[in-house]
């Protein structure tokens, strides 16, 4: 629904991204950059299914399924976004009972200190506070109806592209109707760019429906940014 804007927002970014706290690797320089051919299209998300080891988009959910996604029966690679949609639809969505883990939400960077100043869609996590400019963003999962139990995470494997600052906590609200929010936990980023290996964090838990969408701000000056892939970032997890 931003594609349209894409001009006027880019244009925007330029204007206010000079005003944000200089740091060694500005977050600036990855915030335009292409998405990840790991990234889903359209009606579809990133799946990790336990139970049949499929990994890849899906327009349903895959993980009680034996044969995997059946996007693919119609001779598409799971990151083939042009499998026939019509056919897929016809599959009613299920869930597992072993757990499913989703990957790359949709991810949406506002400036709360410049409201003026149009979204930008993004696939990264990528925030920033300084004494005269803010960026949060909204993070958003589709998940099926049958969905329950839904965790929210991240995780980083031992080789990612992640810098943050050591004051980085962020804070986790989830917005359940216009005008109602609530806060479900907060993740604290600070000095993990500099810690090797995987690590994975539980960030909170809250009632699992169809549209899931957070707000993700800094409480205090700094910069986070995280580029998100199929094994990279934020995380709803599920049974049904």
């Keep these: 629904m931003f594609f349209r804007h894409a001009l006027v ?35 579809s998300a990133y799946y990790v299914c336990y139970l049949n080891h499929f990994r890849g988009c899906c327009s349903v959910d895959p ?29 009613r969505p299920v869930c597992s009972p072993s757990g499913t883990q989703i990957f790359q939400p949709q991810m949406e960077i506002i400036f709360p200190t410049d409201p003026a100043v149009d979204s930008i869609t993004t696939a990264n996590l990528n925030l920033s506070r300084s004494a005269t400019t803010q960026w949060n963003q909204l993070m958003s999962f589709n998940l099926p109806s049958e969905a329950r ?36 936990g907060a993740a604290d980023f600070s000095f993990w760019p500099d810690t090797p290996g995987p690590h994975e964090a539980l960030v909170g838990t809250t009632a699992c429906k169809e549209h899931l969408q957070f707000q993700l701000i800094l409480e205090h000056r700094d910069t986070v940014f995280m580029e998100q892939n199929e094994r990279t970032g934020w995380w709803v997890r599920y049974t049904c």
């Design 149 to 184: 139990q839904c965790t929210i995470g991240w995780t980083i494997p031992a080789r990612r592209n992640f810098t943050a600052g050591s004051n980085a906590l962020v804070r986790v609200i989830e917005h359940l109707a216009p005008g109602n929010s609530t806060r479900i």
């Design 9 to 43: 927002a880019t244009t925007a970014f330029l204007s206010v991204s000079t005003a944000l706290p200089a740091v060694e690797h500005s977050p600036s320089s990855h915030l335009l950059s292409l998405r990840d051919d790991t990234q889903c299209g359209p009606r």
């Design 63 to 91: 993980c009680a399924l034996e044969a995997g996604c059946p996007d693919n029966n119609h001779h598409s690679h799971p990151n083939d976004h042009s499998f026939n949609l019509s056919a897929a639809e016809e599959v």
